[in-house]
């Protein structure tokens, strides 16, 4: 399933293979350089492009992730 929040920020442009993924995020990262992710996030709700249970859904995910580089990092410390 793929996450309505990247979707709507992103233009629901696909995502081809790692490259296309590194891609999309630095193009993500400039559109939204400077700009208060607070505000953008609420903007989504409150025009319907996104509703909260998709918010809550893309943060529950966004958590997990954290985790699993947290994980990740140790494994490349020791």
Do not use: C, W, Y
């Not at 790692?18 to 409150?46: A, E, H, V, W, Y």
């Not at 509703?51 to 997990?64: C, G, K, N, V, Y």
């Amino acid at each position: 399933m793929s996450n309505p929040i990247f979707q709507a920020l992103n233009g629901g442009r696909p995502q081809q293979g790692p490259q296309g993924m590194i891609q999309n995020f630095q193009r993500f990262m400039r559109q939204f350089q400077g700009q208060d992710p607070t505000k953008i996030l609420n903007d989504l709700i409150s025009s319907g492009k996104v509703s909260q249970q998709q918010l809550d859904m893309a943060q529950r995910q966004a958590q997990q992730m954290r985790h699993m580089f947290a994980d990740a990092e140790k494994m490349f410390k020791s």
